[in-house]
């Protein structure tokens, strides 16, 4: 089955400084890749997603990009905030017709002010 | 629109009990699947439903089942608890059609204590 691969599991920045957060899958024939971010105490929450065909994404402060050769897809924020500190879990889904995401490890985010 | 909802929202056992926790999918939504969330280890996936037939299942446990009826309200069920089954139990719905797409709509989630 497949199998995503998410660094780093704790990233703490500053304010206004930008975050990167990596993720890796196996099964080449995925082709849908979500991005959730969990606040503290609260759901899991789409927050960006991309699929197979397309090399990036952005809306607005996050964007996403995908290496399809390599198996690789990150998020990025830019300008990074206090309220953007959370869990971000990474997934990939669509391999052997799977209608439901493999998901990372997930990323703890410290955005400090 | 109502969310998914999720209940009981906390609970205390102890072990060899059991637990049964039920999920309301948003309303149109087929696809209800559950995830097991501890700390470092995400979101482990226990299986999902897809109009009342289990369409796919995680790596767990006979004790872990689960069950959806008509409605596409769902349920799990584990048996014979152990301290290791403490955890967040989350559910999400989804309209489940179609393999490559589709946004998962967490629960708040179910907070299980064995004891």
């Known amino acids: 089955g497949e199998n995503v691969e998410q660094h780093p599991s704790t990233l703490s920045v500053q304010e206004g400084d930008s975050a990167v957060i990596k993720c890796t899958y196996s099964?080449?024939?995925?082709?849908?890749f979500p991005w959730y971010k969990q606040e503290l105490g609260k759901r899991p929450q789409l927050i960006i997603d991309i699929r197979s065909n397309v090399g990036e994404k952005k809306d607005q402060r996050i964007a996403v990009t995908l290496n399809k050769t390599a198996k690789h897809f990150s998020l990025h924020i830019t300008e990074t905030q206090p309220e953007d500190s959370a869990v971000y879990f990474c997934a990939a889904q669509g391999a052997g017709g799977s209608y439901i995401p493999t998901f990372g490890r997930g990323t703890s985010l410290i955005v400090h002010p | 629109k109502a969310g998914v909802t999720q209940t009981p929202r906390y609970l205390i056992k102890t072990r060899g009990q059991q637990v049964t926790l039920s999920c309301s999918p948003i309303?149109?939504?087929?696809?209800v699947s559950w995830y097991q969330q501890t700390p470092g280890q995400g979101l482990q996936f226990l299986f999902e439903y897809f109009s009342e037939t289990q369409r796919n299942k995680g790596n767990f446990p006979g004790r872990f089942s689960g069950r959806q009826f008509s409605n596409s309200r769902s349920e799990m069920n584990v048996s014979t608890l152990e301290l290791g089954d403490s955890a967040l139990y989350l559910c999400a719905s989804s309209l489940g059609q179609t393999a490559n797409t589709g946004e998962l709509f967490f629960g708040e989630g179910s907070r299980l204590t064995v004891l």
């Open positions: 309303s149109g939504h087929r696809s």
């Open positions: 099964d080449s024939a995925s082709n849908y």
